[in-house]
C-alpha cells in the first residue's frame, strides 16, 4: 500500500511539473481516500473489539461513486481505444501504468480479506475502480502533456 501511495505522488510531482492540475488535484484526493483504506484494511473485523473502531475505520461507498464519474469524464475526452497500449506516454503516464500494476497486486490481496470478512468489500471494488481510473488518467495525462501512447503489435517469431 505505501510502494501506491509513494508511486502516486511521483506521478503527482510529474503531473505539476506539465501543469496538469486537473489531475492533479484527483491523484491528491485518490492518495488520502488510500489512507482510509489501509486504514480499513488494518482493522480486521474479526479481532477487533471496539465497535468506534470499527465505525472509524470503515470505508464509505461514495469513494467509489466518484471514482466512477473521473473515469467516465476523462475517458470522454480522449480518443476511443482501438488497440491494447503499452505503458507510455511520458514521465506521468508511465507512472500512472506502474501505481495501476500496484493497484491490481493490492487488489487480489485484499480479495481474499474480503472474502474472510475481515475488510469491507467497499474497500475492495474501490481498488478494482482505482486501477481503471489509473489506466485512464495514465492515458489522460499523455493526451494534455501532447505524449504518443505506444500500441501493442504481436511479434512474430
Not at 503527482?12 to 484527483?26: Q, V, Y
Not at 485518490?30 to 486504514?39: K, P, R
Not at 482493522?43 to 473515469?71: A, G
Not at 486501477?131 to 504518443?148: H, T
Request: overall charge neutral.
Amino acid at each position: 500500500m505505501t510502494f501506491s501511495l509513494n508511486c502516486s505522488r511521483l506521478a503527482r510531482a510529474f503531473s505539476e511539473d506539465s501543469g496538469n492540475t486537473e489531475l492533479n488535484e484527483k491523484l491528491a484526493r485518490v492518495q488520502c481516500i488510500l489512507q482510509d483504506a489501509a486504514s480499513s484494511i488494518a482493522t480486521p473485523r474479526s479481532s477487533t473489539q471496539s465497535q468506534q473502531k470499527l465505525d472509524q475505520t470503515s470505508f464509505d461507498s461514495k469513494h467509489i461513486e466518484v471514482l466512477e464519474r473521473w473515469i467516465d469524464a476523462f475517458d470522454e475526452q480522449l480518443p476511443q481505444l482501438k488497440n491494447f497500449i503499452l505503458p507510455s506516454g511520458g514521465r506521468t503516464s508511465a507512472t500512472l501504468h506502474v501505481a495501476r500494476s500496484i493497484c491490481r497486486r493490492a487488489e487480489r490481496r485484499v480479495v481474499s480479506l474480503v472474502r474472510d470478512g475481515e475488510v469491507d468489500s467497499e474497500v475492495g471494488r474501490y481498488f478494482n475502480r482505482l486501477s481503471d481510473f489509473l489506466f485512464v488518467s495514465a492515458r489522460f495525462a499523455a493526451d494534455r502533456e501532447g505524449r504518443r501512447e505506444t500500441i501493442y503489435g504481436k511479434e512474430t517469431v
